[in-house]
């Protein structure tokens, strides 16, 4: 379940800053766990590429619905 995610801004361009530090955390996940598969998957056990693979799954899903979310707002301004 994802956390509630904070009000943004109305002014667009501290709009877009927040926008872009929220997106940052969880691309950073999915990020590094795929480089990590990516890199030594062969050496991780099968527990761990499960784990690790959840964890992008996850991070992408948190991806979109930030995107999601924001491009409610916009249809709704």
């Known amino acids: 379940m994802a956390a509630a995610r904070p009000e943004l801004p109305e002014d667009p ?11 940052r955390t969880p691309l950073t996940v999915v ?15 099968a527990e761990q590429r499960a784990e690790f ?8 899903r ?9 491009r409610g707002q916009r249809h709704t301004s």
């Open 13 to 23: 361009q501290e709009r877009l800053v927040a926008l872009v530090h929220e997106l």
């Open 31 to 45: 990020s590094g766990f795929a480089d990590l598969l990516e890199s030594r998957g062969d050496a991780l056990s």
């Open 53 to 60: 693979t959840a964890r992008v799954a996850a991070g992408a």
């Open 62 to 70: 948190e991806l979109r619905e930030i995107l999601d979310a924001e």
